[in-house]
Every structure is written in C-alpha cells, then in structure tokens.
C-alpha cells in the first residue's frame, strides 16, 4: 500500500502501475471535502516519492466518480473575506498541480457522474476514460459561482474556448458521447474496462506512441488564440450568455470574463486570476441564496426520504376526472412508472385526458427523449374508465375534479365505496379546507390533499396537505408517490389555500391595490418581472385564469376576511365580469393572438384601460422601489405568517414551496431569505411605511419581536 487514509488509498497494480481510489468512508458518495483535499494532497506526495512507477490509474469505488465539492462546506468558508477564499482556492490548487506534475503518466476512469470539483480532479489528470453511462460537467453557474480547482483553466485549453464556454457557462451534466466529441475525454468504454483501457494508454505513452507531456503542456499553456480570434471568441460569447443568463445572474459572464483574462497566462498566473474571480462570485448574495437553496433542497429530499421508509406501496393509482389536470396527472403516473386508471363519468372527459397525454407523450418523441415503442407502453400504463370496476385494486386515488366543495364531497364518498379500506384519497384541491372535505368519509384517516399545480408535467412542487385526522401512513404514501413522480412535495398543514396560494393571493391583493391607486398594470408586470419574477401579476393571472383567481380569491377572503376581503370592485372583478378570463379564452389584462410557431403570444388591449376606469380611484405614478414594496410585502408578510401558523414546519419548506410553487425568484432564495437579507428590522420599518393600506401590510408581533433583537429565519 503506498497510501492509505479515510477517504483516499494507493495501491501498486500490474506492471509498476499504481492505482488511487476514492472512497470515502460512511458516506454513499465521494466528495470534495477538506478531508478529501487533505489527502489527495498527501497520496501526490507518496506517488512523487516512489521509485519506478510507470503511471497512475485515478479511480472510484463508489457508483458515482465525484459528485463535486461538498456544499454543507460553503456557508461557513463563503462567509470568510475575499483573500481568505482566493488562499483557500489556491492551496486547493495546489494539490491538483501535484497531481498534475506526476513524473509519469496519469489516466482518469469516470465510472459514473463527475461534477464541478470531481470533473476538475479528471482534468488534472493527462488522459481520461468514460463509461457509457457516466456523465461529467462543470454545473457550478447554478451556484452563483464558477469552478474554481483549475475548472476555467484546462477546460478551455483542452476543448477550445466556445466549447468550454458552453460546458462552464450552461452549467450542464454531459453524456459521454458528447465529452468525447469534444475531447474533453479520450475514449468511451463498457464500466469493467475502465482500468484495462486506462492502463493501455499508460502502456502507449511508454511505449512513445503517445505524448503525455506534450498533452500535458497544452493544458498548462495559454489557449492558442491569436489576440483577434480570442477577442471576437470571448466578445460574442459574453453578448450571447449575458442575453441568455439575465442581470440577475452573474455568474456565468464573470466564468468568461475570468477565462479572457487568463487566456494569454500560462498555468500558476491563469490559476491565480480564477481564484480572484471566483471569490468575488462567492462574496455575492446571488450565490448565497442560490447556495441556500441548494441547501433547503437537500433538506427537503432527506424529509421525504424519512416519509418513504413509512409509506404503504403504490403499485396501481387512479385519478378521478380526466381532463387536462386529469390527463397531466395520469401522464405524470406513467411515465414515471405507476400504472394508473383514469376515470371520467363521460367520454369527452376521458378523450381530452387521454388527447393531453398522447400530446406530452409525442413532444418527448419529437424531441428524440423517447422512441415510439416506449410511448406506447406509457399510454397503455393508463386505462380509461367510465365506472369503479378496478377500484378494489387501487392503492392511491388522486381525485381531480371541479374545484367546488359539494362535487368533491360527492365524489370522494362515492370513491370511498369503491376502493379498498386500505386505500389512501387524496384531493387536487387548490383552496378547499382537507378537514372540511374529511367530515363526511368513514377513514378520514386515510385521506389528504395532494396539490399538483399546473401544467403538471412542468411544475415540480406537490404540496401534501395533512387534514385533523390524516395518518402519518396517508402523508407517507402520498409522499412516496409525489417523489416517484418526479415531484418534490412539501407536507403542509390545513388552511384555506394552504401554503402557496395562501401566499400568492396577499401578493395579488397587492396588486389590485396599486391599480386601484393608479398605477399601470403594464408597468407593474415589468418591474415585477425585472425583480426576477418568471411573468408579471397581471400576466399571471391570465395564466391561472380569471374564473380560478376569483374563486380561489373568494374562499381566501371567506378564510382570513381581515385582511383577504375586498369592500370595493378588483381589477380581478372587472376581468372576470367582463368575460376576460386570460389565455383561455384568448383575452384578459392582455390579449392573445398565436404566433407562427403556433404559440400564445400576449398583444396590448387598449380596452382593458376602458374597462378598469370605475375601479381606479386616483392617476398616480409609482416608483419601481414602491412597486417592488407594495407586491412583495403582503407576500412576505403571510409567508411569516404561514410559519408563525405551523403551516409549514420550517423557513426551508416555505421558501422552497414559493419557489418551486409560484416561481419565486430563485436567486433572492424565498420570502424568508428576502426579509433576512433585507435585515428583518429594515424590513418591518418597510412595512410600516405602508401600514394605511391595510392588514395586509401589518407585521405580526413575533416579527417585530425578531426585529428587536436581531433574530433571522436562517441562522
């Protein structure tokens, strides 16, 4: 054994060859973590150090190669200053130079993902080799960051500046056949010929038909652009991904700033410039929350982890009306795995559910994502019905029909006769109390909301809604079937819109309020969108549809009449007595007209300034500051309050159910980070300014407590 530690060993195989392992201990995955640093540092030192070896074969024991560097780790090392990072990056850096400089040649076997700093550790090594099925990236833009262990370095000079611009700036995983078509590895083989292949390119380099150190000094030279080509390279490339990222996210024009700079530098000079650029990125909010995120996700994925070693099997579900919410749902079932029965009480309801999955299921094949033959299998995974007659097979119903209380009762009783004592009903209701549609089933224990939001197969939240008299068994399954999905579903307690239209519509009431006051609908859109929200409230309201926002709003203000209900005519009210429903009937705020792709497309309506004429009470210009205050402080405020309310069990759960809900601005990372950035101080005295429009705008006393003594929501 040359080397042996808890995450790293180094052994001599065959022919003077030795062999470095990654396998860290107690964890399912390898990762960059400062013990694993630590020791790759010291098993370079060994290898340095031995007499006659011939080359170094760099492997993993695990399925995955490196999954990347370990992100529990950031918070606490961002939080150091700028300098403190960049030394941190380049005694990082350090130990992948002496890898890198090994006095004979060095071979990569990716047997499975290598991501961010597991991809870099594969590019310090002078050849790489790939299973079929691994892939590799630099996905560290989706972080606010960029690599920073030599990742902008010798990836532009291994695969050219437009390639490694793509790989660092899109942040994507990549297929092994895409990795060699652009070199970035020299040779894809079956998993249990990895090292063969890897100790063959070690034997040719000895035997002089390959030339590892010319291979080597390539990478550790400067990109071999003259100044116009690397000019007009990096000027167009900046152009383009600034378009495509947005001002919101820095990250991925400062990966090609920092490769511009570089290019001309050989390797310890071009090093030194990516740590500096890469403190800089770290030191951001942007990456803070987006680290955040990461963060709350993980923590997430571990509860409903915890929920699946207690849920009951679902090997057959059902859903109960077709449709397009029907239809999306039984599609979602199949594709993921999980036959479903799809029940209408007439066949038209059946036609359109089954028209929107042969629809989803044709884009897929259009896309070259699936072939003929594996749609077919998906769309005879779901069965048509008129009538309860499989029922008593059923392990999980999804009851999706009309978003009306007396219905659903209707039809949940009905379905309980039919299924098995121990199956589990589960409601797609947006609004509708989980307790109120219990109070008539015999095994109220066995039944709990599950919100899927629309369109079904896009959205990835699924919120789990426990009723007075759930079970953790229901919760369980109903979990276990959202993950198995594809879904990430979020466990929240009963109330009147329960977690996230509970929160949107106080954003709503914003909304109407600052078009009451005066202010342009357009313009609202447009600074809400600049904030970083994916459409304006205008838009979006269009997009939910008229009829739904005022239904849902109604049941909101009969919930919290405080601060929900409305004296006068909306702005919603106006649209939705007008017939202006939005894209479902083609006109709304907006007016929408197909473009030649076949696509919506919204045009300006004059009409709609007409027709909000009664409800506008005074002609006011808003700044973007107060726009920004007026929308986001309802939103907020009810966020806090859905906490305080034991809604939801955590600040993570609320801030990933809006983003993952409502398309909350990821980069801002939720409502609660929004006001601990803000500083909760700042933010109740925001909130105060507002304090004559309304509850709405009210801060609860808990909040203005943790503005006194200086309490946030994340530690």
């Given at each position: 054994m040359i080397y042996e530690g808890k995450a790293i060993t180094v052994k001599e195989i065959d022919g003077g060859i030795a062999q470095l392992d990654f396998d860290l201990q107690g964890e399912s995955v390898n990762k960059f973590n400062r013990l694993t640093i630590e020791e790759l540092g010291a098993a370079a030192e060994a290898l340095k150090s031995q007499k006659n070896l011939k080359g170094l074969v760099v492997t993993s024991s695990k399925d995955s190669f490196i999954v990347g560097a370990d992100i529990t780790e950031f918070t606490e090392l961002f939080a150091g200053s700028e300098e403190e990072l960049v030394a941190n990056n380049l005694k990082a850096n350090e130990v992948f130079n002496a890898v890198e400089d090994l006095p004979f040649p060095t071979v990569t076997a990716i047997n499975g993902i290598a991501l961010g700093g597991g991809f870099e550790m594969c590019l310090a090594t002078d050849y790489r080799v790939m299973a079929p099925k691994a892939k590799v990236g630099l996905p560290e833009t989706k972080l606010g960051i960029f690599p920073g262990f030599g990742g902008t370095v010798r990836l532009s000079r291994l695969v050219g500046v437009d390639n490694a611009v793509e790989w660092i700036a899109g942040g994507a995983e990549n297929r092994a056949d895409a990795a060699l078509k652009v070199g970035a590895v020299d040779a894809v083989v079956a998993p249990d010929q990895l090292v063969a292949a890897a100790v063959a390119i070690i034997n040719q380099c000895n035997e002089g038909k390959l030339d590892n150190l010319a291979r080597r000094e390539e990478k550790k030279g400067k990109i071999k652009l003259n100044a116009m080509e690397s000019m007009m390279a990096f000027e167009i490339s900046k152009a383009f991904v600034a378009g495509k990222a947005g001002k919101n996210y820095p990250a991925p024009v400062e990966a090609i700033k920092t490769m511009q700079k570089h290019a001309g530098m050989t390797r310890d000079k071009a090093l030194e410039v990516e740590a500096k650029g890469f403190a800089k990125m770290a030191k951001t909010n942007v990456a803070a929350c987006l680290v955040g995120l990461f963060l709350n996700d993980q923590a997430l994925k571990?509860?409903?982890?915890?929920?699946?070693?207690?849920?009951?099997?679902?090997?057959?579900?059902?859903?109960?009306?077709?449709?397009?919410?029907?239809?999306?749902?039984?599609?979602?079932?199949?594709?993921?795995?999980?036959?479903?029965?799809?029940?209408?009480?007439?066949?038209?309801?059946?036609?359109?559910?089954?028209?929107?999955?042969?629809?989803?299921?044709?884009?897929?094949?259009?896309?070259?994502?699936?072939?003929?033959?594996?749609?077919?299998?998906?769309?005879?995974?779901?069965?048509?019905?008129?009538?309860?007659?499989?029922?008593?097979?059923?392990?999980?119903?999804?009851?999706?029909?009309?978003?009306?209380?007396?219905?659903?009762?209707?039809?949940?009783?009905?379905?309980?006769?039919?299924?098995?004592?121990?199956?589990?009903?589960?409601?797609?209701?947006?609004?509708?109390?989980?307790?109120?549609?219990?109070?008539?089933?015999?095994?109220?224990?066995?039944?709990?909301?599950?919100?899927?939001?629309?369109?079904?197969?896009?959205?990835?939240?699924?919120?789990?809604?426990?009723?007075?008299?759930?079970?953790?068994?229901?919760?369980?399954?109903?979990?276990?079937?959202?993950?198995?999905?594809?879904?990430?579903?979020?466990?929240?307690?009963?109330?009147?819109?329960?977690?996230?239209?509970?929160?949107?519509?106080?954003?709503?009431?914003?909304?109407?309020?600052?078009?009451?006051?005066?202010?342009?609908?357009?313009?609202?859109?447009?600074?809400?969108?600049?904030?970083?929200?994916?459409?304006?409230?205008?838009?979006?309201?269009?997009?939910?549809?008229?009829?739904?926002?005022?239904?849902?709003?109604?049941?909101?203000?009969?919930?919290?009449?405080?601060?929900?209900?409305?004296?006068?005519?909306?702005?919603?009210?106006?649209?939705?007595?007008?017939?202006?429903?939005?894209?479902?009937?083609?006109?709304?705020?907006?007016?929408?007209?197909?473009?030649?792709?076949g696509k919506q497309k919204k045009v300006v309506d004059e009409e709609t300034y007409k027709l909000l004429e009664p409800v506008v009470q005074a002609k006011s210009d808003f700044s973007d500051e107060d726009i920004i205050a007026r929308m986001m402080i309802p939103l907020c405020l009810e966020t806090v309050r859905c906490l305080e309310d034991g809604i939801v069990e955590d600040p993570a759960d609320a801030d990933m159910g809006l983003i993952f809900g409502i398309g909350f601005p990821p980069f801002r990372g939720g409502a609660l980070r929004y006001i601990d950035d803000m500083g909760v101080d700042k933010f109740v005295e925001l909130a105060d300014k507002f304090a004559d429009l309304g509850p709405l705008y009210h801060p609860t006393e808990k909040l203005r407590e943790m503005a006194k003594t200086g309490e946030k929501f994340f530690g």
């Open positions: 571990k509860k409903a982890s915890a929920w699946e070693k207690e849920a009951s099997d679902v090997k057959l579900a059902a859903v109960l009306g077709a449709g397009i919410m029907g239809g999306g749902v039984a599609y979602q079932s199949a594709l993921k795995g999980t036959p479903i029965i799809m029940k209408d009480i007439n066949q038209d309801g059946i036609a359109l559910g089954l028209k929107e999955a042969k629809k989803l299921l044709s884009k897929r094949v259009d896309k070259g994502r699936m072939d003929a033959g594996k749609m077919a299998d998906v769309l005879n995974s779901i069965t048509p019905t008129l009538n309860y007659g499989d029922f008593k097979n059923v392990d999980l119903v999804v009851e999706a029909v009309v978003e009306n209380a007396k219905v659903k009762d209707a039809v949940l009783r009905e379905t309980e006769e039919a299924v098995r004592e121990d199956a589990i009903l589960t409601s797609n209701t947006s609004t509708i109390s989980i307790n109120l549609l219990a109070k008539n089933l015999k095994r109220p224990e066995n039944f709990c909301g599950m919100h899927f939001f629309n369109p079904v197969h896009m959205m990835p939240l699924v919120e789990v809604i426990r009723g007075e008299k759930t079970s953790d068994r229901a919760i369980a399954t109903t979990v276990a079937y959202a993950k198995a999905m594809g879904k990430t579903p979020i466990v929240v307690n009963d109330c009147p819109g329960f977690l996230v239209n509970r929160v949107l519509f106080p954003y709503f009431g914003g909304f109407v309020g600052l078009v009451r006051d005066g202010a342009d609908f357009q313009k609202v859109d447009k600074v809400m969108e600049k904030f970083g929200w994916p459409m304006g409230p205008a838009y979006l309201l269009d997009v939910v549809g008229m009829d739904t926002g005022k239904h849902a709003g109604e049941v909101m203000a009969e919930g919290f009449p405080d601060r929900m209900k409305h004296a006068e005519t909306t702005a919603i009210d106006v649209m939705f007595e007008n017939n202006r429903y939005g894209q479902k009937n083609d006109v709304g705020f907006y007016k929408y007209e197909l473009d030649r792709k």
